[in-house]
C-alpha cells in the first residue's frame, strides 16, 4: 500500500471524516442499475461501472463494494472507489443493503453488521456469471464488518480472491457507545435520523412483525437503542448486546482464509482502541493501523487540493498483488 499521509490542514478526525461529503457534491459517473431478486421474495439493487453483460464487461476483473450504514452509490467512497477502479480495467459493481437504494424493500427486515446471507447470494451470482474472472471485495464501516462475518462464515468457498475493509466497527457494542461522545453526536444524529426515517417508511411492514407505533420510533435517542428495539428483534437476535456478541467483526479474523487487509484510522471518532486487535493474526491477513485518516476520510494532499487516497492506493494494490 502507498504509504498514507493526511492531508496539509486536514489532519483534524472529524475535517477527515466531513469533507469528502463537501468536495463531493455529486456521484462521478451515472451507474447501470439492476435488481437482484433474493430466494425469500425481497431484492437488493445493484449499481454497476458499465453493462455487464457486454463481452468487453465480461473480460475484466471484477470490484466489488459494500458500502457502510445507510450508505448508497451517492456515498463519496463508493461512487469514487468504483470510479477509480474502471478507470484502471476493472468491472465495478455495488450492492445496495436491503432499503438502501431509495426504495423500501418488501419485508420488515431489512440489514446489518453480520446479515451475510444476501451477499451470499449475490457473490453465488456473479460467479455464475463471471466464472473466469477476478474478484475482490471492498468493505466499507459497516460493510466492512459484514464481510469480515462472510469471510469467516464462508471460508470454504468464500468465491473473492481478496479483500480489503476500511474503517469497520469491530467491536459493535464498543462502537455503539462511542458514537455518542462529545463531537460524534454529530454522526450518531446523521445515522439515527435516517435509520428512523426509513423505519418510519416501512412502519406497516414493522408493526406485523414487531409491537411498535411511529410516536416509539420517533422517541428513539441513540443508536443502541434503535438496534434494541429494531435491529435486533427483525433480525432473530434476543437485543442490542446479543446482535452486538454475534456479529462483531473482531472474532472473525482468524478465521479468514484469503489475503485480507484492514485499515483503520487511530483517530477514527466512531470508534476506540479497544477495536484495534491485540492477539496475532494469520499471515494472509494484513492490519494497518493510520494515525489519522478519520471515520472513511483518508484525504491526502493538501486543504486547496486533496485526494481520495483509497482511491489512488486501492486500484494500485490490486494490480501488484
Known amino acids: 500500500m502507498t504509504p498514507f499521509k493526511a492531508a496539509i490542514g486536514l489532519s483534524n478526525p472529524h475535517l477527515q471524516t466531513i469533507f469528502p461529503r463537501l468536495i463531493r457534491r455529486k456521484a462521478l459517473f451515472t451507474p447501470v442499475e439492476e435488481r437482484l431478486e433474493l ?27 459494500f458500502h457502510g450504514l445507510e450508505g448508497s452509490f451517492d456515498s463519496p467512497y463508493a461512487n469514487g472507489l468504483m470510479h477509480a477502479f474502471a478507470k484502471q480495467g476493472w468491472l465495478a459493481v455495488m450492492m445496495h443493503f436491503r432499503g438502501c437504494s431509495g426504495e423500501p424493500n418488501r419485508m420488515a427486515r431489512a440489514y446489518h453488521s453480520g446479515e451475510t446471507e444476501d451477499a451470499h447470494f449475490f457473490l453465488t451470482e456473479l460467479e ?11 468493505g466499507i464501516s459497516l460493510g466492512g464488518n459484514m464481510l469480515l462475518n462472510y469471510l469467516a462464515r464462508y471460508q470454504q468457498a468464500p468465491i473473492l480472491n481478496a479483500a480489503t475493509v476500511v474503517s469497520a466497527p469491530l467491536l459493535l457494542g464498543s462502537c455503539a457507545k462511542r458514537i455518542e461522545q462529545g463531537f460524534s453526536k454529530l454522526y450518531r444524529n446523521y445515522l439515527l435520523s ?18 411498535i407505533d411511529s410516536a416509539r420510533i420517533e422517541q428513539i435517542q ?7 428495539l429494531l435491529t435486533a428483534r427483525l433480525h432473530g437476535f434476543d437485543s442490542a448486546q446479543h446482535y452486538y456478541h454475534q456479529c462483531s467483526g473482531l472474532a472473525c479474523l482468524e478465521k479468514i482464509t484469503i489475503p485480507t487487509q484492514i485499515i483503520h484510522a487511530k483517530d477514527d471518532p466512531f470508534m476506540g482502541t479497544d477495536v484495534i486487535p491485540d492477539f496475532p493474526l494469520p499471515k494472509h491477513v494484513q492490519y494497518h493501523l493510520l494515525p489519522h485518516g478519520g471515520h472513511v476520510g483518508f ?23
Do not use: H, M
Not at 482511491?311 to 494494490?317: A, D, G, N, R, V
Open 299 to 321: 484525504l491526502s494532499g493538501s486543504l486547496l487540493k486533496p485526494q481520495f487516497w483509497l482511491e489512488e492506493s486501492l486500484p494500485k494494490y490490486y494490480e501488484q498483488c
Open 39 to 65: 430466494p425469500d421474495g425481497d431484492f437488493v439493487d445493484l449499481a454497476w461501472s458499465e453493462a455487464p453483460e457486454t463481452a468487453q464487461a465480461g473480460n475484466k476483473p471484477i470490484f466489488i463494494l
Open 222 to 228: 441513540g443508536l443502541e437503542e434503535f438496534d434494541d
Open 128 to 138: 455464475r456469471r463471471f466464472p473466469k474472472q477476478r474478484k475482490v471485495a471492498v
Open 194 to 211: 435516517s435509520l428512523k426515517r426509513n423505519a418510519l417508511r416501512k412502519l406497516p411492514l414493522i408493526k406485523q412483525a414487531l409491537p
